[in-house]
């Protein structure tokens, strides 16, 4: 079976995605998979990459070892297009996308497979996309009554003194925020006053024309990890204890952050993490595979945070460790991921 492992892309995760990719590429079991890897460079360039493996982390794989290439948007043809010296075409049974953040996470590409008709690992387009969007979750969430920090949010063209003031009122300080579409706490900020909110704002207007602000919820991190289709399976609990003062980009990848698994919590707590994990995952829809995160308050409330429908896929993230301790190897959990893309219907 052909499974094309996509990763790269653009996104401020670029990076991320590499180091995960090349751990999924080492390690998916050979016997059943043939892997095709496919790269996407900053700029969005489409290569199928036969090189060395270990050129992919560093982003060296670019410039060697490629050929241009593209899927074939004919319904139901399944293949992958190669643009050498002529036109070769491979056939792929299942994609692997391996991209964080926009573009990979948030139902572009997944919108893109569906219209091919190719079967691909994780959650369809629009659980993706709703995922993603950080104000239409904490919607999802309100909509069930799952309880989250209060919230407000606002487009760029929306954000005057009148605005500055509700979300001041309602929320009070410290602030949370955060463009509506990111990931990896890019362009996130904790915000201590008016002025620090509006320069917090302005850089999260960066990066999206949509930005949410948060009630800070002080806590313990908690992760759970979500796996299957209709009848989805809830991991242990996880925790971060974050190096900086919030779990931002440097504190996931440069400091280091301890993680702790499963978490030192109340067993019935974790339970009801657990049931929370399961019902969020069946609210948006997702199917595959999602990361949930909650804070966990010294009074054992649960507010939840966000999910993450392509979570870092190391060996050593948090995701497949979870279910590592729940004994599903590495491994094993990539051909399961695999198993339930082909058994969705697309
Ligand atoms: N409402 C909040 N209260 C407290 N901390 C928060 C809140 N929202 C975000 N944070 C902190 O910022 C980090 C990144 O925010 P998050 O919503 O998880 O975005 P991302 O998708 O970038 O991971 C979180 O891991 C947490 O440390
Ligand atoms: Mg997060």
């Given at each position: 079976m052909n499974i094309a492992v996509v990763f790269g892309g653009k996104s401020s995760e670029h990076d991320v995605s590499l180091v995960s990719a090349t751990s999924i590429i080492k390690n998916i079991n050979k016997e059943k998979f043939n892997v095709i890897m496919i790269g996407i460079t900053k700029q969005g360039e489409w290569f199928r990459y036969s090189g060395?493996?270990?050129?992919?982390q560093n982003d060296k794989w670019i410039g060697h070892d490629c050929e241009k290439c593209q899927f074939d948007m004919t319904y139901g043809s399944k293949d992958l297009l190669l643009f050498g010296e002529e036109i070769k075409r491979i056939h792929v049974d299942c994609v692997f996308p391996v991209l964080h953040g926009k573009n990979g996470e948030d139902g572009t590409i997944q919108g893109f497979l569906t219209l091919c008709g190719i079967p691909f690992v994780g959650c369809d387009m629009l659980s993706s996309a709703m995922s993603m969007d950080k104000q239409i979750t904490n919607v999802m969430a309100d909509y069930v009554g799952i309880k989250q920090a209060k919230w407000t949010s606002c487009l760029d063209i929306d954000f005057d003194d009148e605005f500055i003031d509700m979300t001041i009122a309602k929320l009070g300080f410290p602030i949370f925020v955060k463009p509506a579409n990111a990931g990896s706490s890019v362009g996130v900020s904790k915000a201590k006053n008016r002025e620090g909110l509006i320069n917090a704002a302005n850089l999260a207007f960066t990066h999206d024309r949509k930005v949410v602000f948060e009630e800070a919820i002080v806590g313990l991190e908690v992760e759970c990890a979500v796996l299957g289709n209709e009848a989805p399976i809830a991991s242990r609990v996880g925790s971060v204890i974050a190096c900086g003062e919030f779990y931002d980009y440097d504190s996931k990848y440069i400091n280091e952050s301890k993680i702790e698994i499963p978490a030192n919590i109340d067993k019935k707590v974790e339970a009801r993490i657990q049931i929370a994990a399961i019902e969020i995952y069946k609210i948006m829809g997702c199917s595959g595979l999602s990361r949930i995160d909650f804070f966990l308050t010294e009074k054992n409330e649960i507010y939840f945070n966000e999910l993450n429908?392509?979570?870092?896929?190391?060996?050593?993230?948090m995701y497949p460790s979870l279910f590592g301790i729940s004994g599903i190897s590495y491994s094993d959990l990539i051909t399961k991921l695999i198993e339930f893309a082909l058994a969705r219907r697309i």
């Open positions: 060395d493996i270990k050129d992919i429908t392509i979570p870092g896929f190391t060996s050593i993230s």
